[in-house]
């Protein structure tokens, strides 16, 4: 079993930036995806990083530049750089790992609100 423990969401103006942390029970050398995902009122979630065990990466078009998914192995911590915030990126944003390529345990959820 691997538990996910989310934390780092709250307020922040536009244009500043926030770091979200995944703590994850696995050793993250076993995982072999690592990912963020988000929903927003009214939308469908969607898959906004997503990385491999390789250092492979893929970002949505809408947060392309902007955030970046990293890793401390030290710590098994996963995180969710953010910079140059939107009002648009306002969501409740889940941590998921996969130890065998694919998303089978998730985070809580943290809500991140961003204001013009």
């Known amino acids: 079993q691997v538990q996910l423990v989310e934390s780092g969401g709250g307020l922040v103006q536009a244009g500043g930036s926030l770091r979200l942390s995944c703590a994850t029970s696995?050793?993250?050398?076993?995982?072999?995806?690592m990912g963020w995902y988000r929903q927003a009122p009214g939308k469908q979630r969607e898959l906004v990083a997503h990385s491999t065990s390789d250092g492979s990466t893929n970002y949505a078009g809408s947060v392309k530049g902007r955030f970046t998914i990293q890793r401390d192995n030290a710590k098994n911590t996963v995180y969710l750089q953010m910079n140059s915030l939107k009002p648009e990126d306002t969501a409740v944003y889940y941590c998921a790992v996969g130890v065998r390529g694919s998303y089978e345990y998730w985070g809580q959820g943290t809500q991140v609100t961003v204001s013009s």
């Open positions: 696995a050793n993250i050398d076993s995982l072999k995806t």
